[in-house]
């Protein structure tokens, strides 16, 4: 082979993998819009599996692959590119139509996602086929090969988030399929060269074509809060701009309205509003003044300024800026308002103009919160839950706002009188008001505050329930001022100092009063035994466990179906029982790809069991521990979209570097537990000191914080770049049939513990989880030492 085609081939596989990483990115974000972002996960998972299925082919018909790669493989790099956008495109149709919240409802329903799948299938095998071949045939380099794959990869997350900006999610799928097509020409032999660059222009020149005048419908599902929305006389979507945080469209209607838990003795009018929504959910209103504001006067949102008037406020996650429209009416003289996502402030904005007394942050609440060392007399947090519950939609989305840990942060920014204030939808089974009530309650004990009672108070309508945690406890005057309030309004105090029962239920009755009760166990100092014997998870969600909305317990799952029935126990947890669905069809097709065809294979391999032990174990370690440095720097980066890009495309690099450099290292099994044996004494000191370190390094500017990331991320990434191409090279010289087999389960395993991954982190935490990673990696060293005995 001579040194320029080399070069060109890695250009090749660079460029496919770049297109190939930028098409799952997008893939999860057109999914994630019609139909939710726990699909886009799972349907990912299961076509990545086309890996693993291009490993068993590749191992099945080696010979002839590889005897035919001049043709097959700028072929296979050309079907990857096509099918990327026809594979979306196809999923549209209604003979592939699907939908999330009938899975559980509608036997068909089950078919109709294994098509829906196995569509998205065929661009990730056809890629993998192609990346496979390049890496059988030419394994004596597979260090720069594999280097080029993953710095490739790494770039892919930056192109990403670039096309996010720049194009339309319909678009972005023909601009991926481009560069994949692309990739196909820089390997072309000279003898088919001509009519294969013909072809190649003129599928280039059709897909950018429909780039411009014909992308991709997104159909959003009808359960969707759009598709509701749009179902309203004369509403229009007035605009739509992409980003990374998502796809924001800017809805008009002379019908929709803003009353969020409005008393039911408000006898006015109610303001006509706009809305946003980002990839198909509610994102909020957007009021036409700020006078319009004062429908907020009438709701729980306003016990805060009924028992005082703050003159400094901090407003958290503001959205598109409701809640600092209010107090600014109120004539409060400096409002921080702090929101991430840069597209909702500017809609919002656009339509009404914060006054001076309004300061703008785009940062993410923790970030701020870590940075800022200001005091405030009030802290406004963004709801939690939905009106009518959200079927347990957001039970593996990570809530760094709403842990123990964050909760302690925001205790300390409040001056010696100051409040948070906080207000939760109503849901039943009650989940989300038991589960901050014990928030509340333990984040007061880990300050040293026996009776948690004395500082909280909450007031419930017919659907909400607004939370007052207090810094000192309420004095005589609040609580009568509570009093008043609810009187006045017809509302209900939930939790108060003095409280009565008959006081509870005066205005607006419960069928099950158990609400009562539960929150009085969970003030006292019984709430351990709660947390065993309720149905449902209140643990307080911590900095490891960021999961808030996660209240599945899979014991209770059965009794919950003897209760409400089999449909509608699903509903209540459909997010995390996704994830379990992801799970089992990961599990099912490894078994299908990899071990049925070991059974195939066996005569003709003679180190199955090390290949499956070793191959295996550096799968799950590498994704073990990619999860969990994901969650650990989007939290001490603060900016959540851009801090999965870095963490990804910074891994994956210098893994690609670590891989290059093992090019040139000739070593056997031992050298190669050593460099396991490093691996693991890294992750085992991150198992403990990692989360020490990134604490006290979040109020750093955000200079230091990308050099310590860096840091953080290059050192086991470097390292856990070597495994897998030295592994490689050692099997082909022992027995080179092994090898697309290996590469089969090397990736089979990464999607598998993807989904593996999710659950242990609910339901154990990261710490354990990067330390599974280390013991599957101990486990691959082990394998390497009882190969060398044998």
Known sequence: MGSSFFIRLLFSIGLLSVSMIAYQLSLMQY???????????????IALLGFGGAGTFLAVFRKTLIRKIETLLPLFMALSGIFMPLSIWMSGQPFASFDTYLLFVEQKEVWRLLLFELLFFVPFFFCALAIGMIFIKYTGRIGQLYFSNLAGSGLGGLVAIFLFWTASPGQIPFITGVLAILSSGFILPSKKRHWWIGATSLSVITMLFLVLHSPLRLEVSQYKSLSRTLDLPDTKIETSENSPYGWLQYVSSPVLRYAPGLSLSYTGDIPVTDAIFNNGEWAGAVLNSTEDSEILDHTTSALALEIFQPQNIL????????????????????IDNVEPHPLISDFSTETVRFGENVQLYQQDARSFLAESRQQYQLISLPDIGTFGGTAGLQAIQEEYLFTTDSFSMIFDRLEKDGMLILKVWMDYPYRNPLKITASFAETLDKKGINDPAEHLVAVRSWNTITYLLKKNPFSDSEIQAVRDFCD???????????????????????????????????????RKSLYRTYDFNLRPATDDRPYFSQFLKWKNFSRLQELFGDQSASFFELGYLIVGVTFVQSFLLAIILIILPLFLLKRRMKNKSWTLLYFAGIGIGFMFVEIVLIQRFILFLGHPVYSVAAVISAMLLLSGLGSWLSSNLQMGLGGIQKILLIIVGILVLYTFGLPWVLERGMAQGFGVKVFLSLVFIGLPAFFMGMPFPLGLRYLSEKNEQEVPWAWGINGCFSVLSTSLATILAIEAGFSVLIFLGAVAYLITMSSCFIKRRV
């Open 31 to 45: 999914l994630s819009i019609v139909q939710w972002y726990h699909f886009a996960y799972m349907v990912i998972a």
């Open 488 to 526: 006045r309004l017809s509302f209900d105090p939930l939790i108060l100092p003095g409280i009565s029962s008959a006081e509870r239920s005066k205005y607006n009755s419960l069928e099950d009063e158990s609400l009562f009760r539960l929150t009085d166990q969970l003030l006292s100092g019984d």
């Open 315 to 334: 407003v958290l996650n503001a959205g598109t800026g409701i809640r600092t429209q209010y107090y600014s009416r109120h004539g409060v003289s400096q």
